[in-house]
């Protein structure tokens, strides 16, 4: 299991590569072409169940969409995880 101060990192740290698309104007917007699938697979790979797979496709669209990067969806992801999601009784 992950350390979950590993995972908070690694969240922000792809949160700031999304937001690298803001640093060069309209070129910068293309590079969301690659960057929103790659962080769709990312979100699967961190986060599991299925408020993993609502957000895999909430992060590709806000990557996807221009002017959306500033959206922190993994680290939102993390504080979700962290802190409101119900842990399952087994």
């Given at each position: 299991?992950?350390?979950?101060?590993?995972?908070?990192?690694i969240?922000?740290?792809?949160d700031?590569?999304?937001?690298?698309?803001?640093?060069i104007?309209?070129?910068g917007?293309?590079?969301d072409?690659?960057?929103?699938?790659?962080?769709?697979?990312?979100?699967?790979?961190?986060?599991?169940?299925?408020?993993?797979?609502?957000?895999?496709?909430?992060?590709?669209?806000?990557?996807?969409?221009?002017?959306?990067?500033?959206?922190?969806?993994?680290?939102?992801?993390?504080i979700?995880?962290?802190?409101?999601?119900?842990?399952?009784?087994h």
């Amino acid at each position: 299991m992950k350390n979950k101060y590993t995972l908070l990192a690694i969240s922000i740290i792809l949160d700031l590569i999304g937001l690298v698309s803001f640093v060069i104007p309209t070129i910068g917007e293309f590079s969301d072409i690659i960057w929103a699938p790659v962080s769709a697979y990312l979100m699967l790979k961190l986060y599991k169940g299925i408020p993993s797979k609502i957000a895999s496709a909430l992060v590709f669209v806000e990557e996807i969409a221009p002017w959306t990067d500033f959206i922190p969806t993994f680290t939102i992801m993390w504080i979700y995880t962290n802190f409101f999601k119900k842990e399952s009784i087994h």
